[in-house]
């Protein structure tokens, strides 16, 4: 086979696109965050807990949310605890996990970035589809996600 032909493959123009999306949207929004004081990982784990029941996830949960290991996701809760924003709560019903809990303050510094990230998302991503775009986009992502990461949708009680 023609290596350009190889190179020429959808399957690999697909895959790259998406690569090349997230990385610029990620690259859009990041002035967001840095402006309030945090990184993309710090948000994202704000996010997972405020749309969570409770505003809390299992630790593991949360680390899978955000794809990381263990050890990431404490490092992250050590940080985010330190600067007021979550706080570590024991299950009651297993002494060997924990949640992860969004404090007053977490929800505070959320409630202010979020009017400037959903600009940023309109702007970057939502207003660049028109509504069937996104519902198939979405539809799409949900069924990719479920594949390939199946944790990331599973919230233990």
């Keep these: 086979m023609d290596p350009k032909q190889l190179f020429d493959d959808p399957r690999l123009t697909a895959v790259g696109l998406l690569y090349e999306a997230h990385h610029g949207l990620l690259a859009r929004l990041e002035e967001t965050w840095k402006r309030h004081g945090l990184s993309g990982l710090d948000m994202n ?32 809760v050590d940080r985010l605890e330190r600067n007021g924003l979550v706080r570590r709560e024991a299950d009651p019903r297993d002494r060997r996990s924990s949640y992860a809990v969004l404090t007053a303050a977490g929800a505070t510094r959320v409630a202010r970035v979020l009017p400037a990230y959903l600009e940023g998302i309109d702007r970057w991503f939502i207003g660049l589809l028109t509504p069937q775009q996104l519902d198939e986009l979405t539809a799409s992502l949900r069924i990719i996600r479920d594949a390939t990461n199946p944790e990331a949708t599973q919230v233990t009680e």
């Design 45 to 76: 784990a704000l996010m997972r807990l405020s749309r969570s029941s409770g505003r809390k996830l299992r630790m593991t949960d949360l680390a899978s949310q955000t794809d990381l290991s263990t050890s990431g996701v404490t490092r992250l």
